[in-house]
């Protein structure tokens, strides 16, 4: 297969915008062991606190929040996730903004999370804020789905994606869980947790998952279509029944504000 040109990180991050409504039906959610780790790691209940969900997006993580009794508001800086995030939570207060200039006073939060969506920021401006905003005693928390790359029928399809455009997943994925580089100025203390879980979907909900993702956002409808043509073929091999079995290790990442 011919090797896609990557795409650069503002498309990137801006293509969700037009696929919010994709995004919202058929991304993965987080586990509640998630967010037990959270707690234990930030030494501090969700439960009453303040805590902003900055890069909400559609609000995955924002509706577990205040399912275990955190008072939440949203930062969203993308016009598309934001109008999905109101339709579907009515009820939870969304603003504009971003993690590089949050639109909050100092000392008003008890929790920063960012689900999936630190990696947008620039630490050399987010991570200033994070502790402007963060009250004392208060936590940072970071976490990602990651694919299980250990569970073989995964990573073949890593693989596959990886010869589509060009990289090496697993040598970025190493990359990406170096704690190091979500603050390479070295003022947080990150704490790392890694939690297992899994989902069964069908078939046509993991590939439209697979195409929620940013760089396949970005590609032109052709290539993209025939790659998850390809993929559902593969599968249909692996999951004869048309339901798939996706494993996901999440990276949390803590860091409390002293």
């Known amino acids: 297969m011919t090797t896609t040109p990557q795409p650069s990180?503002?498309?990137?991050?801006?293509?969700?915008?037009?696929?919010?409504?994709?995004y919202a039906a058929n991304r993965p959610s987080y586990p509640p062991a998630l967010f037990d780790a959270v707690e234990e790691l930030a030494a501090r209940p969700l439960a009453g606190a303040r805590v902003?969900?900055?890069?909400?997006?559609?609000?995955?993580?924002?509706?577990?929040?205040?399912?275990?009794?955190?008072?939440?508001?949203?930062?969203?800086?993308?016009?598309?996730?934001?109008?999905?995030?109101?339709?579907?939570?009515?009820?939870?207060?969304?603003?504009?903004?971003?993690?590089?200039?949050?639109?909050?006073?100092?000392?008003?939060?008890?929790?920063?999370?960012?689900?999936?969506?630190?990696?947008?920021?620039d630490p050399a401006r987010s991570v200033p804020e994070a502790l402007r905003v963060l009250r004392p005693g208060g936590a940072l928390a970071l976490w990602w789905n990651r694919h299980a790359l250990d569970v073989e029928w995964i990573a073949e399809a890593a693989e596959r994606a990886g010869r589509f455009f060009g990289i090496d997943v697993a040598a970025e994925r190493e990359r990406a869980a170096r704690t190091e580089l979500a603050d390479p100025s070295g003022r947080l203390r990150f704490t790392r947790r890694e939690v297992r879980w899994s989902r069964r979907v069908p078939?046509?909900?993991?590939?439209?998952?697979?195409?929620?993702?940013?760089?396949?956002?970005?590609?032109?409808?052709?290539?993209?279509?025939?790659?998850?043509?390809?993929?559902?073929?593969?599968?249909?091999?692996?999951?004869?029944?048309?339901?798939?079995?996706?494993?996901?290790?999440?990276?949390?990442?803590?860091?409390?504000h002293t």
Do not use: C
């Open 9 to 22: 990180p503002t498309d990137r991050a801006h293509s969700f915008n037009a696929a919010a409504a994709q």
């Open 52 to 121: 902003v969900d900055v890069g909400a997006g559609t609000g995955i993580a924002t509706a577990l929040l205040r399912a275990r009794g955190a008072d939440v508001v949203a930062v969203e800086p993308g016009e598309g996730m934001a109008a999905q995030f109101r339709r579907a939570l009515p009820g939870i207060p969304i603003v504009r903004g971003s993690g590089d200039a949050l639109p909050l006073a100092d000392a008003s939060a008890d929790f920063l999370t960012y689900a999936q969506a630190w990696h947008w920021t």
């Open 203 to 256: 078939l046509a909900t993991h590939l439209d998952n697979v195409g929620s993702h940013s760089a396949f956002l970005v590609t032109p409808r052709g290539p993209r279509t025939a790659f998850l043509d390809e993929e559902r073929a593969h599968l249909l091999k692996v999951f004869p029944d048309g339901v798939v079995e996706e494993t996901y290790d999440v990276l949390l990442l803590v860091a409390a």
